[in-house]
């Protein structure tokens, strides 16, 4: 008994040095490397970024990608079609799609009952949603819809106006050039005591956006991931007026060219049912 008890509050040491520290400022933050790309139509510059704390770090990609179309940004589905079945791994769909930058999307299939699906001009589904809501509109342009503030049944009006993609998954981490005020239950932690593995996609005007994707559970690497918060504030700092999270966790995936310009959490890239891919 008494094994279990000390092993028990050694247990409950760790987990609040892991909570304390998700809440704690790094020691230093630094630009470890930069990756660019640009051609006729594009142009890529991809930032790793490191926060450095007492005992772990936290690494991050920021990418700022300029375009000069706002078809430039494209989604595709995992086995080329609508599908609650299938799933691939982003590099694969990508590569299929000759994508230049290719990022997880919001792992629309898990969410088969419920949301508004709109990708590529396409409505495929519109069911009543409690999630913060990402519109593309066919001029390159953003907007969020919070959850409080959505309406069911809006599918088909967001496609009369000029809407081409839209995602579920949130939160909305920045508006109007402002951090959100994060909901306190949401389909995922939002806590600043809470580091995961993240991508989400934000945009400073209509032919500037910006991805991150943050790795995480990788020890010695980036060993417990990055917090909502966190993004919030790079988000902000890019000069983002809106900024939303995308799935993460084993889904956090960044590809440039048909490589892989993160390590992601497991041993290999997770099967995902759908990405966002910017292309020439």
Same mark, same amino acid.
């Given at each position: 008994?008494?094994?279990?008890?000390?092993?028990?509050?050694?247990?409950?040491?760790?987990?609040?040095?892991?909570?304390?520290?998700?809440?704690?400022?790094?020691?230093?933050?630094?630009?470890?490397?930069?990756?660019?790309? &640009?051609? =006729?139509?594009?142009?890529?510059?991809?930032?790793?970024?490191?926060?450095?704390?007492?005992?772990?770090?936290?690494?991050?990609?920021?990418?700022?990608?300029?375009?000069?179309?706002? %078809?430039?940004?494209?989604? #595709?589905?995992?086995? @080329?079609?609508?599908?609650?079945?299938?799933? &691939?791994?982003?590099?694969?769909?990508?590569?299929?799609?000759? #994508?230049?930058?290719?990022?997880?999307? %919001?792992?629309?299939?898990?969410?088969?009952?419920?949301?508004?699906?709109?990708?590529?001009?396409?409505?495929?589904? =519109?069911?009543?949603? /409690?999630?913060?809501?990402?519109?593309?509109?066919?001029?390159?342009?953003?907007?969020?819809? $919070?959850? #409080?503030?959505?309406?069911?049944?809006?599918?088909?009006?967001?496609? =009369?106006?000029?809407?081409?993609?839209?995602?579920?998954?949130?939160?909305? $981490?920045?508006?109007?050039? @402002?951090?959100?005020?994060?909901?306190?239950?949401?389909?995922?932690?939002?806590?600043?005591?809470?580091? @995961?593995?993240?991508?989400?996609?934000?945009?400073?005007?209509?032919?500037?956006?910006?991805?991150?994707?943050?790795?995480?559970?990788?020890?010695?690497?980036?060993? $417990?991931?990055?917090?909502?918060?966190?993004?919030?504030?790079?988000?902000?700092?890019?000069?983002?007026?809106? #900024?939303?999270?995308?799935?993460?966790?084993?889904?956090?995936?960044?590809?440039?060219?048909?490589?892989?310009?993160?390590? /992601?959490?497991?041993?290999? &890239?997770?099967?995902?049912?759908?990405?966002?891919?910017?292309?020439?």
């Amino acid at each position: 008994m008494k094994k279990v008890l000390a092993l028990l509050l050694a247990l409950s040491l760790t987990l609040c040095a892991s909570l304390a520290l998700a809440a704690t400022e790094p020691n230093s933050k630094n630009i470890e490397n930069t990756i660019t790309y &640009e051609s =006729d139509t594009l142009r890529i510059t991809i930032d790793q970024w490191c926060y450095a704390f007492n005992n772990t770090d936290c690494r991050f990609f920021v990418a700022n990608v300029y375009t000069t179309r706002p %078809d430039q940004l494209l989604t #595709a589905f995992a086995g @080329e079609e609508y599908s609650t079945k299938n799933a &691939e791994a982003t590099s694969e769909i990508a590569a299929r799609h000759e #994508a230049v930058l290719a990022f997880n999307g %919001d792992y629309y299939n898990y969410k088969d009952k419920y949301n508004m699906i709109i990708r590529n001009g396409v409505l495929y589904r =519109d069911m009543p949603s /409690t999630r913060d809501l990402l519109l593309v509109y066919n001029d390159g342009t953003m907007s969020g819809v $919070l959850a #409080a503030d959505r309406q069911e049944g809006m599918g088909q009006t967001y496609i =009369d106006q000029g809407v081409v993609q839209s995602f579920e998954f949130g939160p909305l $981490l920045v508006l109007n050039g @402002e951090k959100t005020q994060l909901p306190d239950k949401y389909i995922i932690y939002t806590k600043d005591t809470v580091r @995961e593995p993240r991508t989400a996609i934000g945009q400073v005007d209509a032919n500037h956006f910006v991805v991150i994707v943050a790795d995480g559970r990788r020890d010695g690497w980036s060993d $417990l991931g990055m917090t909502l918060q966190e993004m919030q504030q790079v988000f902000v700092d890019q000069g983002c007026h809106i #900024a939303y999270n995308l799935d993460g966790g084993g889904s956090a995936t960044m590809v440039l060219n048909g490589e892989l310009v993160n390590k /992601t959490s497991g041993s290999r &890239e997770r099967n995902v049912s759908d990405i966002l891919y910017f292309v020439n």
